[in-house]
């Protein structure tokens, strides 16, 4: 029977050992403590966080969503379900040919990627920063579509006994992976904001770009 022998000396392990705690030691000691007694004190979300689902409709009251389906082929986890129909001429649901008669999201298999949001071709699907989910069957995580027009956490408070008043920033200060308002550090024009699909443009010319000094190589480039 062959014995494991070991390259590393003790004063090598030593050594790594040293390294090891001195990352530790400098965590506690440097690092901000950003630790907060949940639920009794919350933090507010960042802008591109990616929580609850909410389907928008226009300042007319028309839903927005045109039951295209590109949402829910673009799930890589399955959990959107929309079902397209013709749109009634005389009582028209959205503005487009056809409407989402059924749209449902299963959060159990949604894993929050965004990518329904970049799918969508007129803004009707965007995310909000509603995270705290909690049911008491399978069922009662999917959301229908009345559900999902509705804004986080009205519809929580009577279908899941949702209690409290979440932190939850309005739609016009998120930063969805797919839409919002971009900053252009090129522009010298003073245009300002443009709500234009984030995918189309580079990171560097997203909002607050100039924050993490963008700008900056922009201009070396």
């Not at 494991?4 to 400098?26: C, E, N, Y």
């Not at 487009?96 to 929050?112: H, K, P, S």
């Not at 939850?168 to 245009?191: F, N």
Request: proline share 9%.
């Amino acid at each position: 029977m062959s014995k494991r022998t070991s390259s590393q000396s003790p004063i090598d392990a030593l050594v790594a050992l040293a390294k090891g705690m001195w990352i530790t030691l400098k965590h506690m000691l440097v690092r901000p403590d950003d630790t907060v007694r949940f639920p009794f004190e919350r933090k507010e979300p960042l802008p591109r966080m990616h929580g609850r689902h909410i389907l928008n409709r226009y300042e007319n009251g028309l839903e927005k969503c045109i039951g295209c389906e590109l949402c829910a082929g673009a799930c890589p986890a399955d959990a959107i379900l929309v079902w397209g129909a013709e749109n009634p001429k005389d009582n028209p649901v959205s503005p487009g040919e056809r409407y989402a008669a059924v749209y449902e999201i299963n959060m159990l298999r949604c894993i929050f990627c965004g990518l329904c949001v970049e799918a969508c071709p007129t803004d009707a699907i965007t995310m909000t920063t509603f995270f705290e989910f909690t049911g008491t069957s399978r069922s009662s995580m999917v959301y229908s579509k009345e559900e999902l027009l509705t804004p986080p956490p009205q519809v929580e408070w009577t279908k899941l006994g949702y209690i409290g008043d979440p932190l939850v920033l309005p739609q016009d200060q998120m930063e969805q992976p797919g839409v919002g308002k971009l900053h252009d550090p090129l522009d010298v024009g003073g245009a300002g904001e443009v709500d234009v699909p984030v995918v189309w443009l580079p990171q560097e010319r997203w909002h607050n770009a100039s924050e993490v000094g963008v700008d900056d190589e922009v201009n070396k480039a």
